[in-house]
């Protein structure tokens, strides 16, 4: 049936695909699933950086094609990409083989995306006779432009690790079979960061793309770092020719 499974390295949550024998394609409950999982992650105070991937050689094929007539109406693949989108914390996507259709719209969701060099891309909806989801689209936008988006949507074509890099749609391509490694080392660097900045960094960066950002909320995280302990930390660290240690972490809910 599939699943989707939360295991925990050091401060890094990894959220694993499980379906292999079917490259991973997602259920209707698969899709309920990642919410639920996401939202464990993102009331765990001792879980900083998320890293999705999927069990075996591929990322994930899309939507499982049997539960396609439910999935066309359903909101489980957008529910789903932004509880990625959404988190306070970083996201990244590991992407080995097959990454197509809706598994492509979950790895939008993911604030970074690094491929293996064998992965393959690809927006099929022309070939079913579905639309994609604007959410989803708008994403493809902001990363590469209306003219690629287009393209991908058009054509249906695939695309290589390579070419989707050219685009903007991933930042690295790695060897095959060490993405999920690399966005583990990635994760776990950020880990080591100042939070407040990586946790600012996404709610400015998200909010100036949505083109919503208001001047009060970039100015709470100004003051939040002015009176935080990692501005000093940083300081002296940066004096005494040492890696910093940061504490700083959000007023628990």
């Given at each position: 049936m599939g699943s989707i499974d939360l295991a925990r390295d050091g401060h890094v949550a990894v959220v694993t695909l499980n379906r292999p024998d079917k490259r991973n394609a997602m259920t209707d409950a698969m899709w309920r699933q990642v919410p639920a999982v996401m939202a464990e992650v993102d009331a765990d105070d001792d879980l900083l950086v998320t890293v999705v991937h999927g069990a075996g050689g591929s990322f994930c094929a899309g939507s499982d094609i049997a539960d396609l007539d439910a999935l066309h109406h359903?909101?489980?693949?957008?529910?789903?990409?932004?509880?990625?989108?959404?988190?306070?914390?970083?996201?990244?996507?590991?992407?080995?083989?097959?990454?197509?259709?809706?598994?492509?719209?979950?790895?939008?969701?993911?604030?970074?995306?690094?491929?293996?060099?064998?992965?393959?891309?690809?927006?099929?909806?022309?070939?079913?006779?579905?639309?994609?989801?604007?959410?989803?689209?708008?994403?493809?936008?902001?990363?590469?432009?209306?003219?690629?988006?287009?393209?991908?949507?058009?054509?249906?074509?695939?695309?290589?690790?390579?070419?989707?890099?050219?685009?903007?749609?991933?930042?690295?391509?790695?060897?095959?079979r060490s993405a999920f490694d690399r966005a583990l080392e990635v994760a776990r660097g950020i880990t080591e960061l100042s939070q407040l900045t990586v946790r600012a960094s996404k709610e400015i960066v998200d909010g100036l793309v949505r083109r919503d950002l208001s001047a009060e909320t970039a100015i709470a995280w100004v003051r939040r770092a002015n009176a935080s302990p990692d501005l000093l930390e940083g300081r002296d660290a940066f004096a005494e020719r040492r890696p910093p240690v940061f504490t700083w972490r959000p007023p628990r809910r």
């Open positions: 359903a909101e489980g693949p957008i529910n789903a990409e932004e509880a990625l989108a959404r988190s306070p914390k970083p996201v990244i996507a590991a992407v080995e083989g097959h990454c197509h259709g809706g598994g492509c719209e979950l790895s939008l969701g993911a604030d970074l995306r690094i491929a293996g060099a064998g992965a393959q891309f690809s927006i099929p909806p022309a070939k079913l006779g579905i639309v994609f989801p604007v959410s989803a689209t708008q994403r493809m936008i902001h990363l590469m432009g209306p003219a690629v988006t287009k393209e991908l949507l058009f054509t249906a074509r695939r695309i290589t690790a390579e070419r989707a890099l050219a685009l903007g749609l991933v930042n690295e391509v790695v060897a095959d």
